[in-house]
C-alpha cells in the first residue's frame, strides 16, 4: 500500500513539472500566450528610439524576425500598446518591410522596422508584434512609453471621407431604384386582380408569387425606420434623464 501511494506522489510530481516545462505561461502584460518558439518567428534585438514623448510625436522600434522553423512564414508587423485609462490610440506611419504582408524565409531573418504616432496621452507598454495566420501572434520584449500632451486629433481628408462614401451612395441608389422599377408590374398585377381580366394573374403561381412578392421586399425598409425610430426614441429618454440629473 505505501509503495502504492508513494509511486503515485512521483508519479504526480514528475507529471506537474513536465507540465510548467512543457507549457510556457505568459503572466506579464496580459499577453496572450504565443505559439511554440520551435516553428515560428523569434523577435530579437528589440530597439524603441525614444521612452519619454509628446502627442502628435512619432517613435521608431526596430530588431529582426529570425524565423528558425523549417519553412517559409508569411505575417504582419504591428505594434502591440497596453495602457489603464486611455484607448491604445496609435497611427502607424512607416513599416519596413513596406508590404503588409511579407515572408520570412525558412532558417532565415529579416530587419524591420515600424513607426508610430501617438495620439493620446499616457503610460503605455508596446511590443513588437508579428502576426501568423491561423497560428497567432509573437511579441517583443516591449518597452514603457510616456506620453505626455493633449489628446491629438487626426483630421480625414475630404477626399478620403468622398472615396468611402461614394460606392456606399450609388449602391443605394441602384438598389432604390430596382425597388421603385419592380413596383410597375407589381402595379399591373395588381389592377389586373381588381378588374380580374386575367391577362397577367391568375396565369400561374409562381408568376403571382413572385408579383405578390415585391411587396415582401418593403419589410426590411420598414424594419431598418423601425430601428432609427426606436434609438432615436432611446436617446432622447437618456438626454432628459440625464437633464434632470443636473438639475
Known sequence: MRTKISTLLLFGIFSFSWIDFTIPMVDAHNIQPQPSTRNTIMIENETFDIKFMQTGETFTVQGILVNIADRDIRGWASIFSESTGTNNRWEILARDPPDTVFEVPRNSVVEYS?????????????HTAFGIDQVGSVFGPGQTIVVQGDPFITHIPFTNIAYQLVPIVVGSVIVIAIIQFIQVPHMIWNADIMLEAGIVSRIHPVIDWFLYGVDLIEIVSIINVGMIMFSL?????SNKKIAIKEV
Do not use: D
Open 114 to 126: 515600424l513607426s508610430a504616432k501617438a495620439l493620446e496621452p499616457g503610460t503605455y507598454h508596446i
Open 233 to 237: 426614441i432611446k436617446k432622447r429618454q
